[in-house]
């Protein structure tokens, strides 16, 4: 599996330490940025390079997945989620990590580097990957309703 990464100096550390432990699970990591700490920095800049490949990558029926990591996560998330095909979730503990697999479908994962330390990052980001989606009915059925309302014209 492809893993796009990216953060701005808020995740900066975390994003290092994460792209050393997903190769040793195994995927195929790509660092959209930050390349170094830059405290001014802004993280729409590293956060829409991510979404954007991954959402093209799904578009072309690859499986691809992205981590954005800033101080909370959530700025990160909408960011995410205002390019089409994306789902992002803001994961914070083993409950939202299944969850947001499980139910959602989330393609891309927003962790918060100032709420989590290293190795519950880890085993957030470990449990997020190898947690499938349900296809059960009814979630898929709420995927599409969220794939309508991306493609309406407002």
Known sequence: MKIYIGTDHAGFQLKEELKTYLVDLGCKVKDMGAYEFNEADDYPDFIFPVVKAVSEEIVNGEDSKGIVI??????????????????????????SAKMSRAHNDA?????????????????????WLETPFSNEERHKRRIEKIKAIENKNF
């Not at 393609?107 to 449990?127: H, P």
């Open 107 to 127: 393609n891309i994962i927003s962790l918060g580097n100032r709420t989590l330390d290293i190795d519950k990052a880890k085993e957030l980001v470990k449990i």
């Open 70 to 95: 800033g101080g909370s996560g959530q700025g990160e998330a909408i960011v995410a989620n205002k390019v089409k095909g994306i789902r992002a979730a803001v994961v914070y503990d083993e409950y």
